[in-house]
Nanobody, 116 residues
Framework: VQLVESGGGLVQAGGSLRLSCAAS????????MAWYRQAPGKQRELVAA????????NYADSVKGRFTISRDNAKNTMYLQMNSLKPEDTAVYYC??????????WGQGTQVTVSS
């Protein structure tokens, strides 16, 4: 499974961005998908996760009410709509996928920078 993120960039505080994660290869073997982020000098943290059918999602407290995770299985793509962005959202955002046998896959990351 290969994961490719896109949609990162520079945005002012209060603005919005939409990240995409396209899966290829044995994408039928993907179960749960998630977005993680890592800011400079900090550990990688879970931002949001979504189950295979999209019926269940969960979010970090810091992004609840501002970010929305979704997926389109027909397109093998996951999204993260980020609204009301804050400078503390600045990080490299990574796409993650887990197979039914609990094998983890990672994308290369996309930079999100929020200016104050």
């Amino acid at each position: 499974v290969q994961l490719v993120e896109s949609g990162g960039g520079l945005v002012q505080a209060g603005g919005s961005l939409r990240l995409s994660c396209a899966a290829s290869g044995s994408s039928f073997s993907i179960n749960t998908m998630a977005w993680y982020r890592q800011a400079p000098g900090k550990q990688r943290e879970l931002v949001a996760a979504i189950t295979s059918g999209g019926g269940s999602t969960n979010y970090a407290d810091s992004v609840k009410g501002r970010f929305t995770i979704s997926r389109d299985n027909a397109k093998n793509t996951m999204y993260l709509q980020m609204n009301s962005l804050k400078p503390e959202d600045t990080a490299v955002y990574y796409c993650n996928a887990v197979s039914p046998k609990l094998v983890r896959y990672w994308g290369q990351g996309t930079q999100v920078t929020v200016s104050s």
